[in-house]
């Protein structure tokens, strides 16, 4: 199954299943989504509801236990050991709620360091992170470390880390969650000015509904089903 022109992700009839016997638990129940370049969309629910799931298997980090997903044109069937990490690490940036930050690292370092894993010299791959360090607004902190930088600059250390290798596809969960609601406006405004172009696509997993109005389009989950898909600036029934 391959996705037609402008669909980043596409998933047919996706379910999901943990367990066996009495202790199984079925945390997707037939998703049919599509995620499209050039724009944020924001997959809310409750906890539980399997938001977490659904980007997991997207990502490649999870396979379903049934159903298609086509992901950037390529069908997650075909993808499998060695060749799904590398194809993850060359098109997939990740930002988690918590910022998972290397301690003895600077931040432009933390930035750099999907870069080092692929064996770009060092140099090259500082100066390479320094241009994102100068995106997200942080060219006077980069020498930092962790300890001295606050959430939302963490955060952003974090999201310049996922762009580094220039992926096609931008992965956030929570990333505002930590945040209080300044901040995590500022780092969604930071999200999508630098990740939505019309070759990339950003999923945001998020209960914050402060940030609605920031997306594109909202995906509404419950009890492993997708319950409703709008345009941002169309909310009425999304909580």
Do not use: W
């Amino acid at each position: 199954m391959n996705s037609p022109a402008g669909i980043a992700v596409l998933c047919r009839g996706v379910t999901k299943e943990f367990g066996t016997g009495e202790a199984k638990v079925q945390a997707l129940r037939g998703i049919d989504v599509d995620i499209l370049y050039g724009q944020m969309t924001l997959l809310v629910g409750p906890s539980g509801c399997g938001k977490t799931t659904l980007i997991s298997i997207i990502a490649g980090l999870l396979d379903p236990t049934a159903g298609e997903v086509s992901l950037l044109g390529q069908n997650r069937r075909n993808l499998s050991g060695s060749r799904l990490v590398r194809f993850r690490a060359e098109n997939v940036g990740f930002v988690f709620q918590q910022y998972n930050l290397l301690p003895s690292l600077t931040a432009v370092e933390n930035a750099a360091v999907p870069l080092l894993i692929r064996g770009v010299r060092r140099s090259e791959a500082i100066e390479r992170a320094m241009v994102l360090m100068i995106e997200v607004g942080l060219r006077d902190r980069a020498f930092a470390l962790p300890a001295q930088l606050s959430g939302g600059q963490q955060q952003r250390v974090a999201i310049a880390r996922a762009l580094v290798n220039e992926p096609r596809l931008l992965v956030c969960d929570e990333p505002t969650a930590a945040l209080d609601a300044q901040a995590g406006r500022t780092v969604m405004n930071l999200i999508k000015r630098v990740t939505v172009r019309g070759d990339r696509a950003v999923i945001v997993v998020t209960h914050d509904n402060r940030v609605f109005d920031l997306g594109d389009r909202i995906i509404a989950m419950a009890d492993g089903l997708v319950e409703t898909t709008a345009e941002a600036s169309n909310q009425s029934g999304v909580h």
